[in-house]
């Protein structure tokens, strides 16, 4: 059974920082592009980032370029996302997926190449 369990998510204020921790089981961690996704209320979800597998290629929506860090740790099998300079707009509840792909800069964002889903995690940014 394939299991992306996030952790990390909270409440801050704006221009703090927080850490969001995805944990795989059941997939073979290292051969899979893994990313993250969030969706605030009433909107669809997006894109955040991307880590392509074999190529190491990574991808950032623009709204976070600069601002957010994706990494991961195939050994233990944990997909990061390093978020800094946190702002209001960035409230949703972000979900780790994973894929066998491996997409492009035109692709990386199409939840529907992402096979497998987390339960997701709550980010809150207050002003």
């Known amino acids: 059974e394939v299991q992306l369990v996030e952790s990390g998510g909270g409440s801050v204020q704006a221009g703090g920082s927080l850490r969001l921790r995805c944990a795989a089981s059941g997939i073979n961690f290292q051969y899979y592009t893994m990313a993250w996704f969030r969706q605030a209320p009433g909107k669809e979800r997006e894109g955040v980032s991307c880590f392509n597998w074999k190529s190491d290629t990574t991808y950032y929506a623009g709204s976070v370029q600069g601002r957010f860090t994706i990494s991961r740790d195939d050994a233990e099998k944990i997909l990061y996302l390093e978020m800094n300079s946190l702002k209001p707009e960035d409230t949703a509840m972000y979900y780790c997926?994973?894929?066998?792909?491996?997409?492009?800069?035109?692709?990386?964002?199409?939840?529907?190449?992402?096979?497998?889903w987390g339960q997701g995690t709550q980010v809150t940014v207050s002003s």
């Open positions: 997926a994973a894929t066998s792909e491996r997409p492009g800069a035109g692709t990386w964002d199409n939840e529907r190449i992402f096979r497998y």
